[in-house]
């Protein structure tokens, strides 16, 4: 189509309005809308099922939405077919043509574009280097490893510049070592060519560390988008925080809202009583409600602290854990443990509070979060 | 593509089959399919008949230095190569839909394709023979639509041969096609997709490159039994139509030569034994590739 303004193509803005999806009974996508700013990588992270595939497959045009529109850069794309969208796309099993050589498989998009032999020859040439794989330009597909295909497939879906790069699992066929090169390489090139990126992922720590926004799914439903610390920090609902890693969860009776920002929430353990305070979004209304508090964000002390948050417990259970220890502590009439990672920067590898004692648990007011459910 | 390879070479005996089983096929294929080739190779030689005898070279000079039995073998190779490239036109269609679009309809499009081979090779070829006949279903339908002004001899020519080879044998064309396309993962299609290319491209540049494999396997199975076949073209070709296999036929039914027709079915075997050969080649080369 467009042959020759390719090299000069913007990073554009992805916008989804109101996309949804089912097949049969099942509904993989509830109505769901996402705006992606150029330049931006942003994860799409969610459990086996949630949806993930399938809203990247409704971007590239393979899956027809049922409802709403995908925007690429202020321009509907909706009823346009994958050849006509101008993105780019790995999947998860390389999907190399094996009858073509490498020089062949990232030629293809050029040769579609109808590009001339001498630039083929040259993007090609800077493509490998890009993904630092120069010289195997005749060999095929299979007489590469893992990690060497992935680098060619992503050198093919970036040879013609396509405004979005679409990445389904890139990485999870690849080794535990090689995936950390390879998602170090990952954000290098995309930083490079500034290209709007969508990575699918299942991995937290992948989705934490590697981008730039990341959108927690569940059920179809995008449940939070946000900065990585957003999410991480102030997850809004039980699932993201339970997803996310180990939060503590306490569910009690939340206060009204007032004016303020405060919110109170009663915990009742057996016969304790303690109201605790969290900053709480206002649209949450008075009655049940969990807040979630990360282990490291909990601190312990053998006398009761001048401070509001404060639950009393026993220690239960200690592990060193190289940079931090672990701590599970019983609280009266709660049955699960509370989990407390102490940074504390003692050398000793024993325990501060040893097993048995009493402690007490605090934690600042803007370090817990009300989450819905 | 490779894992079939794989999975062709490294298929064990499962638990159900005991490798005693084979034994039983085996010793029936010695007695009545080694034994007998190995007989009619040196029946060229020795079988004493009401023929004079000659020696063996003298009918293989006859068959490929006498223009007219030279003209049957071409002809014969000629048929079968024409009638496998309209099974590959054909088929291929078929088994593209049956893989891509059947659907949920693929089961019975396959009973569809497999039904016919149920049923005897002559009672499809008598089929034949009524609906081509001088005052058969073909004809009546083309006076009464005023098409043609008298019936046209469709029987006892290449046209009706030709017509019911390809009916007969076109199943084999697309099983083995569509074999090889399920394989195919769709996935590399969509990545052509994406990146720029029409379905048709796709097509060109993906899925056929891809699918040469099955058009290779069914091409030789076909050719071969195209090459074999006799009983379709007697019924339809009409001694019009002579080939290799109806020419020892006649050898031995009529000329009762029997030097002359075991050196025929010989070369008749060679070709087969090439183009098994060059299928070899082909797996072969895809196991190294692989
Ligand atoms: N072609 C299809 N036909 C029927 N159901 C489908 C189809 N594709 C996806 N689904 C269903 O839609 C839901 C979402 O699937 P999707 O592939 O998007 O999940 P995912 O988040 O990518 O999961 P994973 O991490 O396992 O890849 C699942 O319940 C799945 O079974
Ligand atoms: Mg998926």
């Known amino acids: 189509m467009s042959s020759n303004n390719n090299t000069d193509r913007q990073s554009l803005e992805l916008v989804l309005r109101g996309i949804s999806k089912r097949f049969g009974d099942v509904v993989a996508l509830e109505p769901s809308d996402l705006v992606v700013k150029p330049g931006v990588l942003l994860s799409l992270l969610g459990p086996s099922g949630c949806g993930k595939t399938t809203t990247l497959r409704v971007i590239a045009g393979f899956e027809a939405a049922d409802t709403g529109s995908v925007l690429i850069g202020g321009k509907d794309v909706t009823l346009l077919p994958p050849n006509k969208r101008g993105l780019g796309m790995v999947f998860q099993n390389y999907s190399l043509f094996p009858h073509m050589t490498v020089a062949d498989n990232v030629a293809f998009g050029l040769r579609m574009e109808k590009a001339s032999e001498q630039e083929i020859k040259r993007r090609v040439g800077e493509m490998l280097d890009l993904v630092q794989l120069p010289g195997v330009e005749k060999r095929f597909p299979n007489q590469l490893s893992g990690g060497q295909q992935q680098r060619i497939a992503l050198a093919r879906s970036l040879v013609t510049n396509p405004s979005v790069l679409l990445l389904d699992e890139p990485l999870g066929a690849l080794d535990k070592n090689l995936r950390e090169t390879m998602q170090f390489e990952l954000r290098r090139i995309q930083n490079t060519l500034g290209i709007t990126t969508i990575l699918v992922t299942h991995d937290q720590e992948e989705a934490l560390t590697l981008s730039d926004q990341v959108v927690v799914m569940d059920q179809g439903r995008f449940q939070q988008i946000g900065t990585p610390s957003e999410v991480y920090e102030s997850p809004e609902t039980r699932f993201v925080s339970e997803f996310l890693g180990t939060s503590n969860l306490l569910s009690g009776d939340i206060s009204a809202p007032t004016d303020s920002d405060d919110r109170k929430v009663t915990l009742q353990y057996g016969e304790v009583k303690t109201v605790i305070e969290s900053p709480g979004a206002p649209s949450i209304p008075a009655g049940p409600a969990t807040i979630a508090i990360r282990p490291e964000k909990i601190v312990l002390s053998k006398r009761s602290p001048e401070m509001r948050n404060v639950l009393q417990g026993i220690v239960k259970g200690h592990v060193f854990r190289g940079s931090y220890h672990a701590y599970e502590i019983s609280v009266a009439g709660r049955d699960d443990p509370i989990f407390v990672y102490d940074q504390a920067g003692e050398r000793s590898t024993d325990a501060v509070h040893p097993i048995g004692s009493g402690v007490y648990l605090t934690w600042k007011r803007e370090n817990s979060v009300v989450l819905r459910d | ?290």
Request: charged share 15%.
């Open chain 2, 1 to 290: 593509m490779t894992d079939q390879v794989r999975r062709g070479t490294s298929r064990g005996f499962s638990g159900v089959v005991s490798p005693w089983w084979i034994a039983v096929t085996a010793l029936f294929l010695v007695v009545f399919f080694v034994i007998p080739i190995i007989n009619n190779l040196l029946n060229t030689d020795q079988l004493v008949t009401l023929a004079k005898q000659r020696p063996a070279s003298f009918y293989y000079e006859k068959l490929f230095t006498d223009p007219y039995y030279l003209g049957i073998v071409a002809d014969t190779v000629t048929l079968s190569v024409g009638v496998t490239v309209i099974c590959i036109i054909i088929g291929y269609p078929v088994a593209l839909f049956l893989v891509r679009h059947a659907g949920r309809w693929s089961g019975l499009v396959i009973f569809l394709l497999i039904a016919p081979l149920l049923t005897s090779i002559i009672m499809r070829t008598f089929g034949w023979r009524v609906l081509f006949a001088r005052r058969g279903l073909l004809n009546d339908f083309l006076l009464w639509i005023d098409a043609i002004e008298k019936p046209i001899l469709f029987l006892n020519g290449p046209t009706s041969a030709v017509i019911g080879l390809v009916h007969v044998l076109v199943p084999f064309m697309v099983l083995s096609i569509a074999s090889v396309l399920r394989s195919i993962d769709l996935q590399l299609e969509e990545s052509a997709r994406i990146l720029g290319a029409s379905r048709f491209k796709t097509f060109l540049k993906v899925t056929f490159p891809l699918s040469l494999d099955g058009i290779g396997t069914g091409f030789i199975i076909v050719f071969l039994l195209a090459n074999g076949s006799f009983v379709t073209l007697l019924l339809l070709g009409g001694g019009e139509l002579k080939t290799l296999p109806l020419l020892i036929y006649q050898q031995f039914t009529i000329s009762r030569d029997f030097q002359f027709a075991a050196a025929m079915s010989n070369v008749l075997l060679a070709i087969a034994v090439g183009c098994l050969y060059l299928q070899l080649r082909l797996i072969k080369r895809k196991g190294v590739k692989g």
